[in-house]
């Protein structure tokens, strides 16, 4: 059973668009909620991440918006650039253990 | 990057040999997780260690082993492969067990069961 889900799978925008990637959560026992980016080769690399005490939370172009009672998160990339162009996690996890619960992953592709 | 080596970076196997991969770091960092990605399911957690000799299971630990004999040593064991372990695999470290201390992972190894 899948703790975070993600969506879209996929998602195409041009050049200085707004990309937008969507997760929900049933636990309400998480209490951090991380963002990755992840590059063809490479492994995940933290981008941003939130806890469940704010709404909004922004770094750069890169902002997370959080609904606790909804139970949903979404990472909006702002003037997206083709460099934005990667796998993107979305991820819980709560205090009491060692385990991060991710998302299946959205593969954006920035078209100049 | 954090000080993550994984290998090999890329390996093919035979249903029913054994394979260790091996995940160095150079952080010191106490803990230390194995990862596999697959399509559509995201990233998993295999195996973690909270220090030396000091393992647990993860959510899909089936036909996997790990072991810790140094802070900077994490191997992760197939003892038999099967075509379902065709997978990349991720090592990962964090400082803390916190929940907000972040993962660091290394750049994966490729594993391919024939």
């Known amino acids: 059973q899948q703790q975070v889900k993600q969506s879209p799978q996929s998602l195409i925008v041009q050049k200085g668009g707004i990309s937008i990637i969507n997760c929900a959560y049933e636990?309400?026992?998480?209490?951090?909620f991380p963002w990755y980016q992840q590059f063809p080769g490479k492994g995940p690399a933290l981008l941003i991440a939130i806890r469940p005490d704010v709404s909004e939370k922004k770094e750069g172009r890169f902002t997370i918006s959080f609904n606790k009672s909804a139970k949903q998160f979404s990472l909006h990339i702002m003037d997206s650039q083709p460099g934005d162009s990667a796998t993107y996690f979305c991820?819980?996890?709560?205090?009491?253990?060692?385990?991060?619960?991710f998302g299946t992953g959205t593969s954006l592709t920035v078209i100049p | 990057d954090a000080g993550i080596t994984q290998s090999p970076r890329h390996k093919v196997t035979e249903t029913g040999t054994p394979v260790t991969l091996r995940c160095h770091q150079t952080e010191n960092h106490r803990y230390m997780y194995w990862y596999r990605q697959d399509p559509g399911h995201g990233l998993r957690l295999i195996h973690y260690s909270y220090g030396v000799k000091d393992t647990d299971k993860g959510e899909v630990s089936d036909g996997y082993s790990v072991s810790r004999s140094k802070t900077e040593d994490f191997l992760l064991t197939l003892e038999s492969a099967t075509s379902s372990q065709t997978s990349v695999y991720f090592c990962a470290i964090s400082e803390s067990n916190q929940s907000n201390s972040p993962l660091h992972f290394g750049n994966g190894t490729r594993l391919t069961v024939t």
């Open positions: 636990n309400t026992a998480f209490d951090y």
């Open positions: 991820a819980a996890s709560m205090n009491t253990g060692n385990q991060f619960y």
